[in-house]
């Protein structure tokens, strides 16, 4: 029978020839496979929609369209509002236009899709994320966008005209507020513009906040 000391050196022995055989196996196949985690995420490109889940803290998983360059994501036409600000939409539609998406948005009983929006260069474009709604019959219902813009002009002109928003006096003198109602007089929508806490001359696309919901017309 061993003694305890030669148990103990033939355990330690034992050991040494496991971590001489599996150790290095083990340790280049882990190194492997995390660095080809990072190449297969360094390859996804950068969007708005990861910044604003870090920002709103909302726990998503995401789901890929298609594998996509950076090429190829530089040569894809800037959207406009009118592309966008619409409830015709569909999900296999959003999953085509963009080439990364955000799911898994839970709200009430609605499956939210968020995708990063930049319009242009202007400075009555927007920049930020647009979140689609659909139902469980796969209608879009609610559409949300939360961003910055230096001049809203352009985005009230479709608000007003298209989804008859009106504006809303409000005691908070750096907030503009819209709304539009149904039939019903319920509220449907709202658009805030607020007043940057810093206004730059070298950023004149970030003068403004942007939080927008439209509900989906009866």
Known sequence: MLSDMGFKKSLL??????????????????????????????????????????????????????????????????????????????VEWVMRRWPRVTTGLPYLQLQGYRVPLVTGTGVADLAGSLTYYFNAQQQAVRITFHGTTGNPSTLLAMLTSQYHFVRRLTNDPGLVVYETVDASNRPTGTAKFRSAKVVRADQPYNRFEVDLTIDRPE
């Not at 150790?23 to 492997?32: A, K, R």
């Not at 995390?34 to 360094?42: E, I």
């Not at 996509?68 to 619409?86: F, H, I, Q, T």
């Open 13 to 90: 022995y034992v050991g040494g020839l496991l971590l001489a055989t599996v150790g290095p196996i083990t340790f280049f196949s882990g190194s492997d496979f995390v660095t080809g985690l990072k190449r297969n995420w360094l390859r996804s490109p950068a969007t708005a929609a990861g910044y604003q889940q870090a920002a709103y803290g909302t726990p998503v998983w995401e789901a890929v369209a298609k594998p996509v360059a950076y090429n190829e994501v530089d040569s894809l036409p800037l959207p406009s509002l009118g592309e966008v600000l619409r409830f015709d939409v569909t």
